[in-house]
Nanobody
Framework: VQLQASGGGLVEAGGSLRLSCAAS????????MGWYRQAPGNQRELVAHITMLGNTNYADSVKGRFTISKDNAKNTVSLQMNSLKPEDTAVYYC????????????WGQGTQVTVSS
């Protein structure tokens, strides 16, 4: 398994959750790491990503509430989600967009986040 996601679960609106994704080293160090989500009936959408240099980008809908970070020593990327809303309910996927040493894209297994109102 090249990407292993953990975290997620059920939380009330206004609560917080943290997602983590562990990647193999040869992928992590060569990739833009990101989190996507897909709600029922919707297309998969970018939530946030972080580049190899640590630059971040967020979907407008999560700016100010979610924070993506990475631990280069542990080859992990995390998504801290605060002030969660029911519309954040979705399956969240970890992604590695490998841009060094040949372009390749990797997906982790999804993890369910459910926010109750």
């Amino acid at each position: 398994v090249q990407l292993q996601a953990s975290g997620g679960g059920l939380v009330e609106a206004g609560g917080s959750l943290r997602l983590s994704c562990a990647a193999s080293g040869n992928i992590f160090s060569r990739s833009i790491m990101g989190w996507y989500r897909q709600a029922p009936g919707n297309q998969r959408e970018l939530v946030a990503h972080i580049t190899m240099l640590g630059n971040t980008n967020y979907a407008d809908s999560v700016k100010g509430r979610f924070t993506i970070s990475k631990d280069n020593a542990k080859n992990t990327v995390s998504l801290q989600m605060n002030s969660l809303k029911p519309e954040d309910t979705a399956v969240y996927y970890c992604n590695a967009d490998k841009v060094v040493g040949g372009r390749q894209n990797y997906w982790g297994q999804g993890t369910q986040v459910t926010v109750s109102s």
